[in-house]
T-cell receptor, first 114, second 113 residues
Framework: AQSVTQPDIHITVSEGASLELRCNYS??????LFWYVQSPGQGLQLLLK??????LVQGIKGFEAEFKRSQSSFNLRKPSVHWSDAAEYFC????????????FGTGTRLQVTL | DAGITQSPRYKITETGRQVTLMCHQT?????MFWYRQDLGHGLRLIYY???????DKGEVPDGYVVSRSKTENFPLTLESATRSQTSVYFC????????????FGNGTRLTVT
């Protein structure tokens, strides 16, 4: 069965600093990978997704992620964080190459200091 | 564009009571899902449905019942609530296509006393 590990439970960065959130997955075939963001009291919103092709994918709100098969990783990055980026971020892998039946990581809470 | 609506947003119930969480989507998406979110566990799939009258178990189905008589509705019932079912419940939907991502509702926070 597939699994997702987000090793950082909580990360604090200063506004304007760069950000990298780590995600490692376990999956036997080519994975479908996702990053979702959850603001307090809200549902999850899709930031970006990887299905195939270019391993560097661009998402909304200035986020990007890079798929590295050799490291089984799909880390999320942003060059300059804004205070509004404070939220919880979830990495997920799609079962059997689907985009909907997902296995989620435990999440990383991002705090942004001014 | 109403999207996907969950009700109620907050619910407090007592141990042993039956409670139903509602989910309604206006996109005519084929797939619908119920996840629960708990600290330290992320989101875990409870049940999902590929179409009306087709449902299947996810990772943590025990203690829950679902039905899907209409495409747009996917209620989740806790037949006899337990304290361990205190959680935030999210409904989600997606189109049938393989690459179609999930769209989430805003969640229902359930407390079982």
């Amino acid at each position: 069965a597939q699994s997702v590990t987000q090793p950082d439970i909580h990360i604090t960065v200063s506004e304007g600093a760069s950000l990298e959130l780590r995600c490692n997955y376990s999956y036997g075939a080519t994975p479908y990978l996702f990053w979702y963001v959850q603001s307090p009291g809200q549902g999850l919103q899709l930031l970006l997704k990887y299905f195939s092709g270019d391993t560097l994918v661009q998402g909304i709100k200035g986020f990007e992620a890079e798929f590295k098969r050799s490291q089984s990783s799909f880390n999320l990055r942003k060059p300059s964080v804004h205070w509004s980026d404070a939220a919880e971020y979830f990495c997920a892998v799609g079962e059997a190459g689907t985009a909907s039946k997902l296995t989620f990581g435990t999440g990383t809470r991002l705090q942004v200091t001014l | 564009d109403a999207g996907i609506t969950q009700s109620p947003r907050y619910k407090i119930t007592e141990t042993g009571r039956q409670v139903t969480l509602m989910c309604h989507q206006t996109w005519s998406h084929s797939y619908m899902f119920w996840y629960r979110q708990d600290l330290g566990h992320g989101l875990r799939l409870i049940y999902y449905s590929a179409a009306a009258d087709i449902t299947d178990k996810g990772e943590v189905p025990d203690g829950y019942v679902v039905s899907r008589s209409k495409t747009e509705n996917f209620p989740l019932t806790l037949e006899s609530a337990t304290r361990s079912q205190t959680s935030v419940y999210f409904c989600a939907s997606s189109r049938q296509e393989r690459n179609s991502p999930l769209h989430f509702g805003n969640g229902t926070r359930l407390t079982v006393t």
